[in-house]
């Protein structure tokens, strides 16, 4: 079945630095993919998102380009804040499918 | 506009007691669905409405579980019998269509804990 598998947190930086956050997915056909964050006491909000191949998700200065190839989609940001603490999830939609399947999340945490 | 809501925020509740839980998905929006979010499972999908149609409910982990969605909008969870294993987030979600190019929207979920 389909699957997402994201790295291991929890991940500490420091201000500025960049970060990669590794996913990866199993999946028949082209699903769409998401990352959701939940920053600490909210509820999941959609980060981005791209529903074909090649495609390139951004959005407050994160990124993440749909690999087919590698079947990745891995989150990316040149310079983190302390603002950007939050656990970020991965998710695929199959493309005939309604039902959001999550990785496990990693935790992020940005030190001034 | 608004969100998703969803109430209550918090319920703590004794095992063997019934709880119900509420989703206003956001206007117009004629898929909703629920989510579980738990510490040893992640996050999972349980049930799913659309439209007037019948529910998929085959994320649903046990005949404890139910839901229904009147007039389209408004969704109830019911968990009869509670256990201490339901203790979870019960996130909803909505979206426009059920297309897989849709984007969910979630609300702030309902933190529910089984003493």
């Known amino acids: 079945g389909d699957s997402v598998t994201q790295m291991e947190g929890p991940v500490t930086l420091s201000e500025e630095a960049f970060l990669t956050i590794n996913c990866t997915y199993t999946a028949t056909g082209y699903p769409s993919l998401f990352w959701y964050v939940q920053y600490p006491g909210e509820g999941l909000q959609l980060l981005l998102k791209a529903t074909k191949a090649d495609d390139k998700g951004s959005n407050k200065g994160f990124e993440a380009t749909y690999r087919k190839e590698t079947t990745s989609f891995h989150l990316e940001k040149g310079s983190v804040q302390v603002s950007d603490s939050a656990v970020y999830f991965c998710?695929?939609?199959?493309?005939?499918?309604?039902?959001?399947?999550f990785g496990k999340g990693t935790s992020l945490l940005v030190t001034p | 506009g608004a969100g998703v809501s969803q109430s209550p925020s918090n319920k703590v509740t004794e095992k063997g007691k019934d709880v119900e839980l509420r989703c206003d998905p956001i206007s117009g929006h004629t898929a909703l669905y629920w989510y579980r979010q738990s510490l040893g499972q992640g996050l999972e999908f349980l049930i799913y409405?659309?439209?007037?149609?019948?529910?998929?409910k085959s994320g649903l982990p046990s005949d404890r579980f139910s839901a229904e969605r009147t007039g389209g909008s408004v969704s109830t969870l019911t968990i009869q019998r509670t256990q201490q294993e339901d203790s979870a987030v019960y996130l909803c979600?909505?979206?426009?269509?059920?297309?897989?190019?849709?984007?969910?929207?979630f609300g702030p979920g309902t933190r529910l804990l089984v003493l």
């Open positions: 409405f659309q439209g007037n149609s019948a529910p998929d």
């Open positions: 979600a909505s979206s426009l269509t059920s297309g897989g190019w849709e984007t969910q929207y």
């Open positions: 998710a695929l939609l199959p493309n005939s499918g309604y039902a959001l399947n």
